[in-house]
């Protein structure tokens, strides 16, 4: 198989969002931690809750909207439960699924943090670029969304502002 080397403008971009890639996901729970005492993770579950229809969803389905498998989600949505953030029913639908539910704590939570995480992202991302920029970040995330996930499962439960 004959490879296709990248061109030295294309190093340069992948290193550069190699390093993004890298970097982002550390910073954004540095501030969640220290704050709320909440992973990245933990609050993009209590956020998509937080814009779900009363506040409950599937567990598979959020499995699916965070790209995490069930047992992950497990684990988390077990820690969360333990804080009072979340609770577990059975699916009122299916007796044999499960949906995950955001309690009045987990509200009061998601409220409290998302001001601090909004500016953290603000500070780390979009302050660094112009109205065109952020047109052409939404663009080619788009775009390289359509390859990584064609299926749109991430982003079928995710509103603007999580």
Known sequence: MDEQWLSEEEQQA???LAAVLELLPGALDAQLVRDAGLTHFDY???AMLSEAP???LRMSALAAGT???LARLSNVVRRLEGRGLVRRVPSPDDGRATDVVLTAAGWDKVVGTAPGHVATVRR???DALDPA???QLRVIGE???AR???DHRMLALQQPGT
């Open 14 to 16: 992948w290193r550069r």
């Open 44 to 46: 993009l579950a209590l």
């Open 54 to 56: 009363d506040r409950a």
């Open 67 to 69: 790209n995490a498998t």
């Open 124 to 126: 780390l991302v979009f």
């Open 133 to 135: 920029q952020v047109d």
């Open 143 to 145: 775009q390289l969304l």
């Open 148 to 150: 990584l996930d064609p």
